[in-house]
DNA sequence: CATGAATGAGTGTTCATTCAT
DNA sequence: GATGAATGAACACTCATTCAT
């Protein structure tokens, strides 16, 4: 074979190697094209170009269209809530700081990347999808809840939290992040009369009036 | 000829009552699959259908598929925005009531109706579509970060709320019955594990979260 | 009827007198469409609209696009033609500036105006519309080809030209005239490298050309 | 299995085969229904099937219709006026005889074919597809011009033809080879009372003329 | 394994023509 | 007569998927 088989740094032929890599280099085109264009948008040639791959080749490791999406599904949310789940069990100390820590770590790692868009698809194609919808219930959205229920309900069994509804609350506290996401994955090219605040700003404003609340308070002294 | 003639000499001219009817019936029609289905996913051909007209109907009164969506987001969303500044204008009595008003308000007419699909389907086709995203940026974001934003001013003015930076709290105060919207259209039909939450309770435990805080107080006396 | 009829210049109701000159506006509209647009794509809303009537009236008076277009034919071509045939029965003189005048005056009538698109229009349509190019045929292109037909003749009759073949003649003689209506009517509006020439001038260098090469020369000797 | 299999082990793989085939059957199919029928009026999908593939598969060679075309026009004309220049340029010999046989040989090769055509459509379709005219004006209308501009200027400046204007005898010179192209591309099936004379008869005559008052007279005493 | 040529169903939009009023 | 609301066939172009090589 005299034709020198592009760099090889490992033992390993090159050919060899990307045969592996190719669900990950797919997986992570198909993330960039899903989020930048929705489902039914994202054409399958222009996955399989991104990833350098011919469009047959897609076909030969994911089915269709559909599976393709559900796999990016799975690797770009749910590895981080399980890490979630770990991170709230090691904490100790305050619970208001982990619920600041969980919050800012999901918009660090999901919400301000491509990842959070996965949500906007989710929210938008589900009703055309609904096992997909389905799917994403069981893996994404109820994990999610049962994390920060998990939190706010050791808030209040040692009395740092008042005693709340657990459901309600969690779907309060999880909106503004999730809103963050959403708009800044849908209109964050558009133009406004007013600039849009800065993501970070407005988590640190609702942890002030979660926690705080809205009114005057008479000074307690 | 036993089939009832569709000639029909009644007081109403049916031809004319139909044509100041079609554009109502369009928009009808028009919400109802937009919902469902998504922008682009909305074929032109079965509004046309299902408001008993056909294709070449519909684009007598709508130019365009875009410019009917327009016209549905007008219909379903800009006014009410508007009526809302009304009813801003004229209230009397505590700010916190008037948020609380504005609010569940805004969840009866809107957020749990057909038109609060319309805020799914625009965050989801807002970067296939730009033109619809500035549009609807706005027409309905813009004004309805005004009406929240006046309401929050004039409590922060009378002191009956601690002041606080204005858009970040407003996008706070938004995402909650935004986000119930938003999963009620998309999700609505998936089994959860532990069953979602009433929406209107969300509601109020928002507006208690947000008017108390989430912090047990220490007994202020 | 107290309602005032506009502008009543002669005893005849205004209605009357639009009523009998419709058709007359229908063809001049449709002449200036059928050139600008071509055949196919004119239609028939905008021809009406020119008119100042409604779609349905335009049906009222032509059956179809079809005989609209052969009702044009006829009214901008046939009558210049057979005032040729009398100016050349009554022509006195060297029959060389009657050949020039036919053509010039062809040309001022015709050729520069409206009219001389319909040539166009037929060439176009002719493969599409075989009956339409039969009557174009019988009531232009022969009527047009005998009249050039008889100048020559009597050109050569009386010694002033030299001996020819008429038919083949013919087709020289009016080929430069109306390639100049053709290239107007479809190419007028394109930038050329070279500034088309102006077609009066390539009109006397045709009769300088044809005239230097059909006059019987004398003996110079 | 009786169906004899497609797959055939021959020596030419047939898939290989027709790809390289495709973009020439294709243009011979556009060429056949654009003469026939107009730009407008060919439907993309009977080219396709004409060319004995599906309509998708018209679209991988071509990208729109009008590509399409302007490909054609420019395999069935501009080549050969590139031609044209090569041969004028090693012409030896009378300019007249020059003159003669690239006209001649332009009715040979393009005029009397299915090529000839191509200058109908242009002229029919002109207004109405301002870009395709334009393209038309500069890659064949312009080159043509300056082909037999040089003819003409060769002959002038050897004193084999008198002085004359160069742009307008130009158009003088090709409205006759023209006029028969169009006449037979749109007449050609027509019934005329006189018959039709022959084309080339029409470009002898047309020589002959053009050339006797071209041509400068020796002083003949 | 990998390719990419080929497919054909699918959709927004236009427009000649009809007909109830 | 005149209107204009309604129709529905027509067409360019796209793209997920297949399969011969």
Known sequence: MPKSSPSRPTAQPARQRR???RPQELL?????FFVEKGFAATRAEEVAARAGVSKGTL???YPSKEELFKAVVRESLAVHIAEG?????????????????????WWRRVG???????????????RNFPELAQFYVDEVIAPSHRLLGSVLQRG????????LPLAETVQVLIAPVLQQTLFLSAFGACHMPTPWPEPMAVLEVQMDLMLEGLLQRPPSG
Chains 1, 2, 3, 4 share one sequence.
């Open 19 to 21: 045969k592996e890599a």
């Open 28 to 32: 992570a085109a198909a993330l960039e």
């Open 59 to 61: 076909y030969l490791y």
């Open 85 to 105: 789940h770990e991170v709230v069990a090691q904490h100790r100390g305050s619970v208001a700081d982990l619920l600041r820590f969980v919050m800012t770590e």
């Open 112 to 126: 301000q990347g491509a990842a959070g868009g996965i949500c906007k698809i989710m929210i938008a194609e589900a």
């Open 156 to 163: 209040m069994d040692s009395g740092e939290f008042r005693p």
